[in-house]
């Protein structure tokens, strides 16, 4: 009898969750399919190895670093900015934080192509932030600040910032306050609660922002394509180029093969370190 309740409970689960799969299966797994059969194959049709061979090569290799590289600083310094305003909105009243959410939320109403070209209005030579400098006198002559890494990096952290606010946000709107009372109470002060209580709890939440900002920045490609000026080669404008400009879509098919899973690993890696942190700040 239960075991008849649980084979009819998980058809039930199973019809439930079916439009999801055929979706899934739709989107992600049939798309990923064909580009790992297209990265198989030359140009001329014939079957080789030599489109994943290549990503060995200096060009390739240098693309991928940058890419890792761009990642990790666009990352780090969204933390270091995002996560004094996520404390900030979980210190403040409901209604408070609901209006300063409406900041984050914000730029989301505009489209990415438009923020970039904004920004390649403000950086560039003869651009609002360099005639400020030049009028106040703290440089003599404009500064570089588009078509290289600087660019590309202040783009991308505009641009990433409220996908490591938000997630971040919601780990610390669930934090209880009695816990910091708790230790208030046991003599600690405000920065030794903040660093031995608040800190550990928020990790989780900094952990799976972090990881969701990392992947996007991974296959970011407006941005550095503009701001970049070609000058900061990262895979996903190699992906552009082999398609665009070579018409060769095997090799275009193997960098996103190999992109993704890089980035399944990272999130295997995230996920573990995700469980882990919540297993200690579970423990405290």
Known sequence: MLKSARRREGRIFGGLALPALVLVTCILLIPFAWLAWLSLF????????QNY????????VSSFLTTFKV?????????VFGYPVAYLLSQLSA?????????????????VLVRT???????????VINDWLLSVGVVDEPLALVHNLTGTIIGMVHVMLPFLILPLYASMKAIDPVLLRAAANCGASPSQAFRQVFLPLSMPGLASGGALTFVLCLGFYLTPA???????????TQIADAVSKFSNWGAASALSVALLVV???VLWGVRRLTDALSFSAGKM
Not at 71 to 79: F, I, K, M, P, S
Not at 117 to 127: E, I, P
């Open 42 to 49: 030359d140009a001329a049709g014939n079957l080789t190895s």
């Open 71 to 79: 990642a990790g600083l666009v990352t780090a310094l969204c933390v």
């Open 263 to 265: 980035t399944a690993v």
């Open 117 to 127: 070209y904004a920004w390649l209005v403000l950086l560039q030579r003869n651009g």
């Open 53 to 60: 061979a290549r990503l060995l090569r200096p060009a390739y």
């Open 95 to 111: 209604r408070a934080a609901q209006i300063l959410l409406v900041f984050v939320i914000l730029p989301f109403w505009t489209s």
């Open 226 to 236: 503009l701001l970049g000026g070609g000058r900061v080669a990262m895979w996903s």
